[in-house]
Every structure is written in C-alpha cells, then in structure tokens.
C-alpha cells in the first residue's frame, strides 16, 4: 500500500492525538453508548467496556479503525438476534435477551487495541490497518459461524469429523462455515471501503486485500475450532482466551503475510 502524494485530509487521515480524531471518536463513543443501552447490544459492564476499549482503539489507531469494530458489533448483533428464540429454546443463546458483558467484548477487541496502540507507537497507521482488519475478521468470522450455524444439526467435530451435538465446542457445520466466509469478507470491504474514504489510502489490489483478509478471519475461524476442541472442552482455557488466541492468530498471520500480497 502507498500514500497518495497529495492528502487534502491530512487531519481526518491521522491517527493518534489531532483534534479532528478525538472530536469523531468521542461523538462515535457516545453513539455506542447510547444505543448499545437502548437496543440492548451489550449490558452495563459490556457498554463501559466497549467505550474504554474503543476510545483506545479511535485515539491510539484511528476513528476509523472504531468503524470497523462498530460494523462488527452491528453485525454481530445482528447474528444474535437472528432466530433468538429458537436458540434460546434450544440453550444456544447469549445473555438473557443476546446481550453480551465485558468479557466478551475484551476478548474481541483487545488484541484490536493492542494492534492500535502499535501503530501509534510506530507511527504506522497504514501498514497496520490490514493488521487490524484481520483481527476483527476473525471475530466476525467467528461470531458468524457460532449464531448463524448453530441452528443447523448437521454439526460436525473439527477434530474428528465426526457428527456431534449443535453448540458443543469445536462442532462446525456447513451453515456455520459459509457464515464464517461471510463475516470475513463483511470486514474486509467495509476496511477497504473505510480505507479508501476516509484514510485516502490507495490500494492498488483491492481484490487482493479484500480476499486476503477474508481468508485470514476464515482461518482464524478455524484455529478457535481447534482451540476450543483440544482446550476448552477440557476445562484448559476458557472461551474468552479461545476467542483472544485465534484473533492473535489472524493478526499474527496478516502480520507476516500481507506484504506479500503487494497491496
């Protein structure tokens, strides 16, 4: 990826402490609040939660970047909500309305903040922007392959491929993995798009970071699977530290990766 030579937008591109960053992140923070409470997104601890955490990701990365985890929320929602009562029939649900807590929110966008507050350390918001995207592709990816595939029965184990019981830990389905394909590619055009618009970052092989990033929260998808098989069923890690690992997976993958995807 290269800069244009000329930014007529030098403050709305800037990450870290300019005024035009903090002014929309602190507006965005407040929209967050105000309707995570009213449509109930999260509960009281996951709200407070959500603000921290994404005032860090908007002030140490970009208001942009906050965007992204906002579409992911959204979408997330979205999920959630989808078929709710039937999940909650059936015990698959979240909460007691879909809403989630803190935990769940740290464990989604902690390693997003981490990589923010890298890229303000190096100064290097473009080259962490794919970084970033591909962390918060893992957990659409993975929020997507949970409640869009947990109402599909023909569930499978990832370490065996032997059928088991819908929600159980490791289990995917073919629902579950087209959502998950879907939730990835969710994040990569809305990164490219906020990439283009916002940050005027040209890149000259957008199908190129668009698959990239979908292939990389696909993957990161998968090692949650595996983790959750191998460790959490056996009571090693909680479901938390599955979701941190597998995004510190994607991350680490786009991390070595990308570059060579020659965007």
């Not at 709305?12 to 009213?38: C, D, H, K, Y």
């Not at 879909?98 to 390693?111: F, K, L, Y």
């Not at 283009?196 to 698959?211: K, Y």
């Not at 599955?242 to 993958?253: H, K, M, P, W």
């Amino acid at each position: 990826m290269q800069s244009q030579d000329i930014l007529p937008f030098d403050l709305v591109m800037e990450g870290g402490f300019n005024q035009t960053n903090l002014i929309i992140s602190a507006i965005l923070i407040l929209v967050l609040m105000v309707v995570s409470r009213m449509r109930k997104v999260l509960n009281e601890s996951g709200t407070w939660a959500a603000a921290i955490l994404g005032l860090g990701v908007a002030i140490a990365g970009h208001w942009s970047w906050l965007l992204i985890l906002l579409s992911f929320l959204t979408a997330g929602f979205i999920a959630t909500r989808w078929r709710y009562d039937e999940k909650k029939s059936r015990g698959l649900h979240e909460g007691d309305e879909g809403e989630r807590d803190w935990t769940n929110v740290v464990a989604n966008g902690g390693i997003p903040l981490v990589i923010s507050i890298v890229a303000f350390t190096t100064k290097d918001w473009e080259n962490m922007l794919p970084v970033f995207a591909a962390a918060v592709a893992v957990a659409a990816s993975d929020t997507f392959a949970s409640e869009y595939g947990c109402l599909d029965d023909r569930v499978y184990m990832i370490t065996t491929l032997k059928k088991c019981e819908p929600g159980i830990n490791g289990g995917f389905s073919p629902n579950g993995q087209l959502a998950a394909l879907l939730g990835a590619l969710l994040i990569g055009i809305v990164s490219i798009s906020l990439g283009w618009l916002v940050q005027a970052q040209e890149i000259s092989q957008p199908l190129r970071f668009i698959g990239g990033i979908t292939v990389i929260g696909f993957v990161g998808c998968q090692i949650d699977s595996l983790l959750g098989a191998l460790f959490e069923n056996r009571g090693w890690i909680g479901k938390g530290t599955v979701n941190a690992l597998a995004i510190t997976s994607g991350a680490l993958i786009a991390a070595f990766l990308l570059p060579e995807f020659n965007f």
